[in-house]
């Protein structure tokens, strides 16, 4: 190793941060086809497992523990967030719903892309990848937004709505979220495409919008974590503020306004005109998207 002078490290990636993928075959002596996990861009379905391996109904009674402790006012959460959260978590099923959403988003897809990938003549279309500039997750999984491939002529003759990608049309039959997360845009006119379908699944009140009650799968994810912070505090444990607000960081930008929200103001916004910024990312956002700072309150 010590003969080695160069030092190259492309983004941080390590020889196993793209995780364990199946072998399928190989065309030649170096191109090798292996199966990869894709997490799609955009969008966000109800969980069918979380955390881990465990059923989100696993959950029912921790949320109802968590919905008193926010009335005790012993969660480190906003007063305005609490009154949002609360009577989806009071209920006693939250976790199940998002179970039973999770498992009935996952046949919607299921039956989309086996039509939409079955041509007139029965025969099977391949899918077209577009990946963002963070190309990978934390779990190895690839970004993308993921569609059938068509034909240029194809392509040609079918309007925007028509050469959707899953991911939108996911959205829009209401079974998954929009959760753009900056700076993995879609170009303009799909993005303008996108928030359209959200709005009209939310306003529809299709899939998951279906039940006023229902939580979002980065809702659902950041109740688990909050339940698991504030369980720490009721016992005594001492934690920084930085561990109790732990459980909820990203900003939240409103699309048709360019305001920008502190994370627990999130809800004030629209969930389809919810666009989400890391921490980190915001000084970039609020330059290159001419964001406006004075609604962060």
Not at 172 to 199: C, H, M, N, Q, T
Not at 210 to 218: E, I, M, N, R, S
Request: overall charge negative.
């Amino acid at each position: 190793m010590a003969e080695v002078d160069i030092f190259w490290d492309p983004q941080g990636f390590t020889l196993d941060s793209l995780g364990s993928n199946k072998y399928l075959g190989n065309t030649d002596g170096d191109t090798p086809s292996v199966s990869m996990s894709i997490r799609m861009l955009s969008i966000d379905a109800p969980e069918t497992h979380y955390p881990g391996r465990t059923k989100p109904s696993k959950q029912d009674a921790n949320f109802v523990q968590l919905a008193e402790w926010i009335s005790q006012g012993h969660a480190p959460i906003s007063e305005g967030l609490a009154a949002y959260l609360h009577p989806r978590l009071a209920t006693g099923q939250a976790g199940l719903l998002q179970e039973n959403q999770g498992e009935q988003a996952t046949i919607v897809f299921s039956q989309m892309v086996d039509q939409m990938l079955t041509r007139p003549n029965g025969t099977r279309r391949n899918v077209f990848l577009h990946t963002s500039d963070t190309q990978f997750d934390q779990y190895g999984r690839l970004l993308a937004y993921v569609a059938p491939s068509y034909s240029r002529e194809e392509r040609d003759a079918l309007t925007i709505w028509e050469r959707a990608t899953f991911n939108m049309l996911m959205v829009r039959s209401g079974w998954a979220a929009s959760f753009i997360i900056y700076p993995s845009l879609p170009k303009y006119e799909d993005l303008v495409a996108f928030r359209a379908s959200a709005k009209e699944a939310y306003l529809a009140g299709r899939g998951i919008w279906a039940d006023p009650l229902t939580l979002t799968g980065y809702e659902f994810r950041m109740c688990v974590r909050l339940y698991q912070i504030t369980e720490k505090l009721v016992r005594g444990e001492a934690l920084t503020t930085a561990q109790r607000m732990a459980w909820v960081d990203r900003y939240c930008v409103d699309l048709t306004m360019r305001g920008i929200y502190y994370p627990q103001n999130y809800y004030r916004v629209a969930p389809y005109n919810r666009l989400w910024i890391w921490p980190k990312d915001v000084p970039d956002a609020v330059a290159r998207l001419n964001l406006v700072p004075g609604l962060t309150e």
